[in-house]
């Protein structure tokens, strides 16, 4: 069963662009949802994060925004660069469930110069 | 201060052996967790280890397992190998409730 489903698996992005790669999941008990980034031949490194009390969450360049009722999030990377090309997913889980996290598939993103 | 340090980083068996992986989490980190990462299947949770006990389990046959020692290091063994047990690895590691740190993998590939 997947529970985190995520979308695009692909994007193209001209440099100074926005991508924006959208995420839902159908566990109500998740309550941690964090996206990362891995670039090729290294493992994933956490991007940003956000707990569902907030709506939006902005770090630098990178936010999420979070929606309960629709039960989606996204990630929004504006003025995208291409170092920014790698792989993003997202993932989710709950206060009890330590570190298991439940990812998304993966967006490969690529930021054409 | 060293992150989550995984070897091998890359090893080929046969069908039919075993492998073990070893993982040191950060220094101070007591909670461990194992995923495996495939084209086909995405990263996907094998298990969890925190304080020597396992915490949490995925949903994996039981060829899979892993221990952790009272220093915190964690290995995970892969036992009567399959080819589509050919994948990345991935070892993390946290303090309680705080941000998830990945290592960058061993790569398996069974042949």
């Known amino acids: 069963q997947q529970q985190v489903k995520q979308s695009p698996q692909s994007l193209i992005v001209q440099k100074g662009g926005i991508s924006i790669i959208n995420c839902a999941y159908e566990?109500?008990?998740?309550?941690?949802f964090p996206w990362y980034q891995q670039f090729p031949g290294k493992g994933p490194a956490l991007l940003i994060a956000i707990r569902p009390d907030v709506s939006e969450k902005k770090e630098g360049r990178f936010t999420i925004s979070f929606n309960k009722s629709a039960k989606q999030f996204s990630l929004h990377i504006m003025d995208s660069q291409p170092g920014d090309s790698a792989t993003y997913f997202c993932?989710?889980?709950?206060?009890?469930?330590?570190?298991?996290?439940?990812f998304g598939g993966g967006t490969r993103l690529m930021v054409k110069p | 201060k060293a992150g989550v340090t995984q070897t091998p980083r890359y090893l080929i068996k046969t069908r039919g052996q075993q492998v073990t992986l070893s993982c040191s989490p950060i220094?101070?980190?007591?909670?461990v967790s194992w995923y495996q990462q495939t084209p086909g299947q995405g990263l996907q949770f094998l298990f969890e280890y925190f304080s020597e006990t396992q915490r949490n389990k995925g949903n994996f046959p039981g060829r899979f397992s892993g221990r952790q020692f009272s220093n915190s290091r964690s290995e995970m063994n892969v036992s009567t190998l399959e080819l589509g047990d050919s994948a990345l690895y991935l070892c993390?590691?946290?303090?309680?409730?705080?941000?998830?740190?990945f290592g960058e993998g061993s790569w398996l590939t069974v042949v």
């Open positions: 566990n109500t008990a998740f309550d941690y």
């Open positions: 220094s101070g980190h007591r909670s």
């Open positions: 993932a989710a889980s709950y206060n009890n469930a330590g570190n298991m996290l439940t």
């Open positions: 993390a590691s946290s303090l309680p409730g705080d941000t998830i740190y």
